[in-house]
């Protein structure tokens, strides 16, 4: 590899650890971007814009109702609608 030789690359090529404690991440997301296709043939495209910009005021929702946490800031309401 041309950047090793020149010194530019000081880190390994490939770190099995890295690749390990990174491939959940890279699955959710890999996961995600077919769900999202396979959504965009079911409903029309109108409706996800609506269901994703309702995405943010679910997941506040629940993070304040089902599991107890903090109450949503004034500003944070104010942003969401």
Known sequence: LPAK???WQTFPFFD???AVATLPN???FAI??????QAIRQVSVPMMSVLRNLAPIAITLVEW???HGKA????????MG
Do not use: E, H, N, T
């Not at 995600?32 to 296709?37: G, T």
């Not at 949503?72 to 942003?79: D, E, T």
């Open 72 to 79: 949503p800031s004034v500003g944070v309401m104010v942003s």
């Open 65 to 67: 109702l089902l599991m």
């Open 26 to 28: 890279s699955a959710l």
């Open 16 to 18: 099995p650890q890295a």
């Open 5 to 7: 030789a020149m010194g």
């Open 32 to 37: 995600m971007v077919y769900s999202s296709a």
